[in-house]
């Protein structure tokens, strides 16, 4: 490996903090579309992670979580590279949109090409300039539009590298993944880049809790990875949990939703979780419950076809514990 860094045909040497923007595309109004990028690089050598917001134009949460990490003073003191990218689909962004003009969904397009479509011209830039550089990987998302997320981690666990951060990322709920979606995430798998996921919170809407957490983990993992000291109150007892399956409960009929239970919250087989009834209150048809299992994600609106999603519900061995730490989680970052 060469000692310059060089992004977007920008020199990035070492103990430099620089700002780039990554040119993308020129769009029909004759202007230029970039991705604007900070990299942070350390005196030192070290492993180089990317840590991403707004791969999904309207997830917003991840702009600040990534913002509040620049902002971090521990950062002056860094071993190896940080690559901070809080808004990647910028067109989306600017159109309050999950997807880019061509209708096209970015998580779905890697690892795209020079000569596709203006997302899969974005996806095949992004990936050659910015992320193929990187060892290591964090991309911060929310829930589609009219949903929540509780604040979770979704990674491919089979790699020990991958599976380490995501306990270092401390949100008591992580999901095992084999997708292969076209998604970031499987970009940099076969890349071999580790590389986390994480969910938390509704598109359009800041969360201050979601922020925290992903901002509180992502500085967790920068420590276990050695781009940061290590902590010095380390966790002595199990707050990590992982599910190696999750299932959406669906809309029985179309209706009105009157909704139970909330994210966060244990369910067990065969409880009610809600109910679709019509606008009149006659006809009602329940929700209920497959598995016993944690609520991960739900409708916000309440307005469902059937067969519309409603919660989103993963499984643990022992879901009781899993419930009770999500629980503490949420209580301490209520306190500090
Ligand atoms: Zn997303």
Same mark, same amino acid.
């Given at each position: 490996m060469t000692d310059d860094l060089i992004i977007g045909g920008v020199t990035i040497k070492r103990g430099e903090r620089k700002r780039v923007l990554l040119d993308v595309a020129k769009l029909y109004d004759f202007t230029d579309m970039n991705i604007p990028i900070e990299v942070i690089r350390g005196k030192k050598d070290g492993p180089i992670l990317f840590i991403s917001g707004a791969v999904h134009g309207d997830e917003i949460n991840g702009v600040e979580i990534v913002r509040q990490i620049l902002s971090k003073? $521990?950062?002056?003191?860094?071993?190896g590279t940080l690559i901070a990218i /809080?808004?990647? #689909?910028v067109f989306g962004f600017n159109t309050k949109s999950r997807y880019l003009p061509d209708r096209r969904d970015l998580n779905r397009?890697? /690892?795209? &090409? &020079? #000569?596709?479509s203006l997302t899969a011209q974005l996806a095949h830039t992004f990936l050659t300039e910015v992320i193929q550089k990187c060892t290591h990987g964090i991309d911060f998302h929310c829930a589609a539009i009219n949903r929540i997320n509780l604040p979770q981690i979704r990674a491919y666990l089979d790699d020990q590298v991958t599976k380490d951060m995501a306990e270092a990322f401390r949100v008591p709920v992580v999901l095992h993944s084999e997708l292969r979606d076209g998604s970031l995430r499987e970009a940099t798998r076969e890349l071999g880049i580790p590389t986390l996921l994480f969910e938390g919170g509704e598109a359009l809407r800041f969360n201050g809790k979601v922020i925290k957490s992903g901002v509180q983990g992502a500085i967790s993992v920068m420590r276990e990875i050695g781009m940061l000291n290590p902590a010095k109150n380390k966790p002595t007892q199990k707050e990590v949990f992982i599910a190696r399956s999750s299932h959406w409960l669906r809309a029985p009929h179309s209706g009105i939703l009157s909704a139970k239970k909330k994210i966060g919250q244990r369910v067990k087989k065969g409880q009610v979780l809600g109910i679709v009834g019509d606008p009149f209150g006659i006809e009602k048809y329940e929700i209920v419950a497959k598995r016993t299992g944690i609520i991960i994600g739900a409708a916000t609106l309440p307005l469902l076809n059937?067969?519309? $999603?409603a919660f989103h519900i993963a499984t643990f061995e022992d879901a009781a514990t899993v419930e009770e730490h999500v629980d503490l989680y949420d209580e301490k970052l209520e306190k500090n």
């Amino acid at each position: 490996m060469t000692d310059d860094l060089i992004i977007g045909g920008v020199t990035i040497k070492r103990g430099e903090r620089k700002r780039v923007l990554l040119d993308v595309a020129k769009l029909y109004d004759f202007t230029d579309m970039n991705i604007p990028i900070e990299v942070i690089r350390g005196k030192k050598d070290g492993p180089i992670l990317f840590i991403s917001g707004a791969v999904h134009g309207d997830e917003i949460n991840g702009v600040e979580i990534v913002r509040q990490i620049l902002s971090k003073k $521990a950062l002056k003191s860094i071993k190896g590279t940080l690559i901070a990218i /809080p808004i990647v #689909n910028v067109f989306g962004f600017n159109t309050k949109s999950r997807y880019l003009p061509d209708r096209r969904d970015l998580n779905r397009s890697f /690892p795209g &090409s &020079s #000569n596709g479509s203006l997302t899969a011209q974005l996806a095949h830039t992004f990936l050659t300039e910015v992320i193929q550089k990187c060892t290591h990987g964090i991309d911060f998302h929310c829930a589609a539009i009219n949903r929540i997320n509780l604040p979770q981690i979704r990674a491919y666990l089979d790699d020990q590298v991958t599976k380490d951060m995501a306990e270092a990322f401390r949100v008591p709920v992580v999901l095992h993944s084999e997708l292969r979606d076209g998604s970031l995430r499987e970009a940099t798998r076969e890349l071999g880049i580790p590389t986390l996921l994480f969910e938390g919170g509704e598109a359009l809407r800041f969360n201050g809790k979601v922020i925290k957490s992903g901002v509180q983990g992502a500085i967790s993992v920068m420590r276990e990875i050695g781009m940061l000291n290590p902590a010095k109150n380390k966790p002595t007892q199990k707050e990590v949990f992982i599910a190696r399956s999750s299932h959406w409960l669906r809309a029985p009929h179309s209706g009105i939703l009157s909704a139970k239970k909330k994210i966060g919250q244990r369910v067990k087989k065969g409880q009610v979780l809600g109910i679709v009834g019509d606008p009149f209150g006659i006809e009602k048809y329940e929700i209920v419950a497959k598995r016993t299992g944690i609520i991960i994600g739900a409708a916000t609106l309440p307005l469902l076809n059937r067969g519309d $999603a409603a919660f989103h519900i993963a499984t643990f061995e022992d879901a009781a514990t899993v419930e009770e730490h999500v629980d503490l989680y949420d209580e301490k970052l209520e306190k500090n």
